[in-house]
């Protein structure tokens, strides 16, 4: 894709959209290190999800070098901030399972369902480096399910309160760039359903029962679409 090619539309929503994703791996690469401070005996294992992270937000600042777009950074801290909040008190809080929860499934589902939906629309710059990051980030997921699971059905209560909490925050987030996903070729309902039907799957590994996490994510995902905007309850 030719710089000359690209609208002033396109540009700004990829801008808007670049730095989401930026500064969402950004903040997973802080957000594992974290952890291994509540986690020291897997420090060294969490230190290198970190590093992967910070690999991955170089990569996408990458992205929109290639296509002469700078991304909009301050805009992605203030609407990651909520998440992050939410994250950080877990953490203060010593919460484990908490933090792992906004981390390891929330927030990594919807990278995975995030870069799957870009996958088909993605420049040729972008395309391999996406494919890359797919296989890390189910890594990611994949160390969250099976801490949870060894714990699991003691830790069921607490997964499900934190997703009562950080769910709709993740969730409002996607409302407010629904329209610049519309510009750059991604359907926003394609992504809340991909993001829906990869946190139900991750609940069902970490041992929710299929109707349990079918339940759980359709109550919240459906409170989140209809505050953010209630004439979209239908489509959610
Ligand atoms: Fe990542
Ligand atoms: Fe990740």
Same mark, same amino acid.
């Given at each position: 894709?030719?710089?000359?090619?690209?609208?002033?539309?396109?540009?700004?929503?990829?801008?808007?959209?670049?730095?989401?994703?930026?500064? &969402?791996?950004? %903040?997973?690469? *802080?957000?594992?290190?974290? #952890? $291994?401070?509540? !986690?020291?005996?897997?420090?060294?294992? @969490?230190?290198?999800?970190?590093?992967?992270?910070?690999?991955?937000?170089?990569?996408?600042?990458?992205? &929109?070098?290639? %296509?002469?777009? *700078?991304?909009?950074?301050? #805009? $992605?801290?203030? !609407?990651?901030?909520?998440?992050?909040? @939410?994250?950080?008190?877990?953490?203060?809080?010593?919460?484990?399972?908490?933090?792992?929860?906004?981390?390891?499934?929330?927030?990594?589902?919807?990278?995975?369902?995030?870069?799957?939906?870009?996958?088909?629309?993605?420049?040729?710059?972008?395309?391999?480096?996406?494919?890359?990051?797919?296989?890390?980030?189910?890594?990611?997921?994949?160390?969250?399910?099976?801490?949870?699971?060894?714990?699991?059905?003691?830790?069921?209560?607490?997964?499900?309160?934190?997703?009562?909490?950080?769910?709709?925050?993740?969730?409002?987030?996607?409302?407010?760039?629904?329209?610049?996903?519309?510009?750059?070729?991604?359907?926003?309902?394609?992504?809340?359903?991909?993001?829906?039907?990869?946190?139900?799957?991750?609940?069902?590994?970490?041992?929710?029962?299929?109707?349990?996490?079918?339940?759980?994510?359709?109550?919240?995902?459906?409170?989140?679409?209809?505050?953010?905007?209630?004439?979209?309850?239908?489509?959610?």
């Amino acid at each position: 894709m030719a710089n000359l090619e690209l609208t002033t539309a396109y540009r700004e929503a990829y801008s808007r959209i670049n730095g989401l994703v930026i500064v &969402g791996e950004g %903040l997973a690469d *802080r957000h594992f290190r974290l #952890l $291994a401070g509540l !986690l020291p005996d897997e420090r060294e294992d @969490l230190e290198q999800l970190a590093a992967m992270e910070g690999r991955h937000a170089r990569d996408f600042l990458g992205c &929109g070098r290639s %296509l002469g777009i *700078r991304p909009d950074l301050p #805009l $992605a801290h203030r !609407l990651f901030a909520p998440l992050h909040r @939410l994250f950080a008190e877990a953490i203060r809080a010593g919460d484990r399972v908490s933090a792992l929860v906004i981390q390891c499934l929330i927030v990594e589902s919807f990278a995975v369902a995030a870069y799957r939906c870009y996958q088909p629309v993605a420049d040729p710059y972008a395309a391999p480096i996406l494919r890359e990051v797919l296989e890390d980030e189910a890594e990611h997921l994949d160390y969250g399910e099976r801490w949870l699971a060894a714990w699991f059905p003691d830790v069921a209560a607490p997964i499900a309160a934190c997703c009562e909490r950080a769910l709709p925050v993740a969730l409002a987030m996607l409302q407010d760039v629904r329209d610049d996903l519309t510009v750059i070729g991604i359907d926003p309902l394609d992504l809340v359903g991909e993001f829906v039907a990869c946190f139900e799957e991750t609940l069902e590994k970490v041992g929710f029962q299929p109707r349990q996490a079918r339940g759980l994510v359709a109550r919240l995902a459906g409170r989140a679409c209809h505050e953010a905007a209630p004439a979209s309850i239908e489509s959610c």
